[in-house]
């Protein structure tokens, strides 16, 4: 029993080895392949993760501000590629946002309304944090958090909507 325990309590090494990855907590690092991708809210633009944020300018006293509207994480499926295979990763629960939606959100809220978003794009190195099953006799990622450890192609994801460019920043699932 104090070896399950000590099982569960234990923080993961990160690995970049597909023959290190054990059934349990994981914290693993590849490439972003993906099939199948999200498309993104504000720009379209194929991905397997954005991180959405909606604002509204408020203008009318001395300075204009920013009021934060809309925060939203969006995950699609997407493989890992490891030294030695490739790791599925599944997110926690679909994106709940689209174009239609980023849309609604602008109609609603009209020209004082500003959103951006920064993307993970395929072919871009992360950190994945996760629980590892074994389903249908393979090996798959359960995600909790993601890091870019090296956007590669993905570095225009950080364009925000304004057209200014950003930093990639740390961004993880908080469930």
């Known amino acids: 029993m104090f070896e399950s325990l000590k099982g569960l309590l234990r923080v993961p090494v990160p690995t970049g080895r597909f023959e290190e990855v054990v ?17 993104s809210p504000v720009r379209g633009q194929r991905c397997v993760a954005f991180f959405y944020q909606g604002f509204l300018l408020i203008t009318g006293g001395r300075q ?31 994106a709940e946002l689209d174009q239609a939606g980023h849309l609604e959100f602008t109609s609603q809220h009209g020209s004082n309304y500003r959103a951006e978003e920064e993307l993970i794009l395929p072919g871009a190195r992360v ?33 925000r909507a304004s057209g200014k460019r950003g930093k990639a920043r740390r961004r993880g699932s908080q469930r």
């Open 23 to 39: 059934v349990g907590r994981n914290t693993v690092e590849g490439v972003v392949r993906a099939e199948e991708s999200l498309c």
């Open 64 to 94: 204009p501000a920013l009021h934060k509207l809309k925060q939203i994480e969006g995950y699609g499926p997407f493989d890992l590629q490891m030294e030695g295979g490739v790791l599925p990763v599944v997110p926690p629960k679909p």
């Open 127 to 159: 950190r994945v944090e996760g629980r590892v099953r074994r389903e249908d006799g393979r090996l798959v990622l359960h995600l909790k958090a993601v890091e870019v450890l090296e956007a590669r192609a993905a570095t225009a994801a950080t364009k």
